[in-house]
Structure formats: C-alpha cells, structure tokens
T-cell receptor, first 114, second 112 residues
Framework: DTGVSQDPRHKITKRGQNVTFRCDPISEHNRLYWYRQTLGQGPEFLTYFQNEAQLEKSRLLSDRFSAERPKGSFSTLEIQRTEQGDSAMYLC????????????FGPGTRLLVL | GESVGLHLPTLSVQEGDNSIINCAYS??????FIWYKQESGKGPQFIID?????DKRQGQRVTVLLNKTVKHLSLQIAATQPGDSAVYFCAENIRGYQKVTFGTGTKLQVIP
C-alpha cells in the first residue's frame, strides 16, 4: 500500500497525558498536512509542511500542539496535557506540490481523552 | 459555515438511480474545488476535482458541476451502487494557499 499511513489508528488516554501521532506521507510528496475532524463535521486544517519547513499554522493549533517533520519525510503531531476537548480524529494528508495540489488523506488517528 | 453537529443532511437513493449532492461554497476567491468521499472510520478519499476555469468535469460515473455565479458545486453519481454509501464533502482552496476548507458533509444512503 503506497498511500498515506498513520499510527496509531486509535489512542485512548487520560486527561493531562501527552500523546504523539505519526504520519508517513506518500513517497515523493513534499507537502504534508494535519487536520482535525470531530464527529459530524468536515476536517479542519491545523498545519502544513513544505518538506521540513512548517509554513502555515491554524489558530486551532494551541500552544499545547506541536508538529514536526524533521527530515522532510514522516511527521509527528504531539499534544501535551491533553484535554477532553482534544478528542477527535486527527488526519494527515500529503500532496506532490509543484502545481499538483490534490491532497490525499490517511486513515486518521482517533483520539479519545478520558 | 453553519454547523450541523451530528445531524448531517442525508440523501437516500435507490440502487441504480442517479445521485446529486449539492454544496454551497463560501469564498468567492476560491479557485480549486474537490469532492471527497468518507466512509465510516476512514479518512477522506479523493473523488474528483475542478478548477474555476471550468464549469464541468467528468470522471468514471461521477460528474462535478461548478457555478461560480452562485458559488454552487454539485456532484453527480451515475447508477448509484451500495458501495457509494458514505459521507461526501465538498472542499475549496485558493491557489497559492495550502489550506483546504471543507464544507458540511452530506450522507448518501443507497437503498438496495
């Protein structure tokens, strides 16, 4: 399977704990995106990387959230001191760039904060 | 956009009939539009896209129509099949910006 992959697929944590999610984009895609989706809603943009550079961040991305893409390949999204309101599906997408803007999504990581 | 919470608009269609899913987009500056299909527990799956210099684009069993005058987008699915049952999202983007803004989804239920 050469699509976008995400790990873990499901995560249950207690309020106040830190969690980290990983995304592996489609090979050779230089753009990577993180979105958050709550039940019944469409995905909401969080942040975007062009290679290893984080170029855009949404106001939804509070200071408890941090994303990295250190080598321009896989990315991690960390949430510190989780809150119940962080419960959502966290989606990663990638695009080729260079005029090819279609974003292809991974299966998501479903987070439940108790 | 308006939040519909847990109550997505639902379209019920008989198997074999054609489906039309509508979407009103919000930003007149948007110049790239995408339809995604999302099945339960999965990420959105790309279906078809269209740029603002076009008003119609066809794929396999799917057609997207764009009316920029009234900021309206539609997805037509021919000969709807049970496997088409999912939530469908329209999304918009402005060239040069990476953020894709998703609209309110529509749940398509195919009746066998």
């Amino acid at each position: 399977d050469t699509g976008v992959s995400q790990d873990p697929r499901h995560k249950i944590t207690k309020r106040g704990q830190n969690v980290t999610f990983r995304c592996d984009p489609i090979s050779e895609h230089n753009r990577l995106y993180w979105y958050r989706q709550t039940l019944g809603q469409g995905p909401e943009f969080l942040t975007y990387f062009q290679n290893e550079a984080q170029l855009e961040k949404s106001r939804l991305l509070s200071d408890r959230f941090s994303a990295e893409r250190p080598k321009g390949s896989f990315s991690t999204l960390e949430i510190q001191r989780t809150e119940q309101g962080d419960s959502a599906m966290y989606l990663c997408a990638s695009s080729l760039g260079g005029g090819e803007e279609t974003q292809y999504f991974g299966p998501g990581t479903r987070l439940l904060v108790l | 956009g308006e939040s519909v919470g847990l109550h997505l608009p639902t379209l019920s269609v008989q198997e074999g009939d054609n489906s039309i899913i509508n979407c009103a987009y919000s930003n007149s500056a948007s110049d790239y539009f995408i339809w995604y299909k999302q099945e339960s527990g999965k990420g959105p799956q790309f279906i078809i896209d269209i740029r603002s210099n076009m008003d119609k684009r066809q794929g396999q069993r799917v057609t997207v129509l764009l009316n920029k005058t009234v900021k309206h987008l539609s997805l037509q699915i021919a000969a709807t099949q049970p496997g088409d049952s999912a939530v469908y999202f329209c999304a918009e983007n402005i060239r040069g910006y990476q953020k894709v803004t998703f609209g309110t989804g529509t749940k398509l239920q195919v009746i066998p």
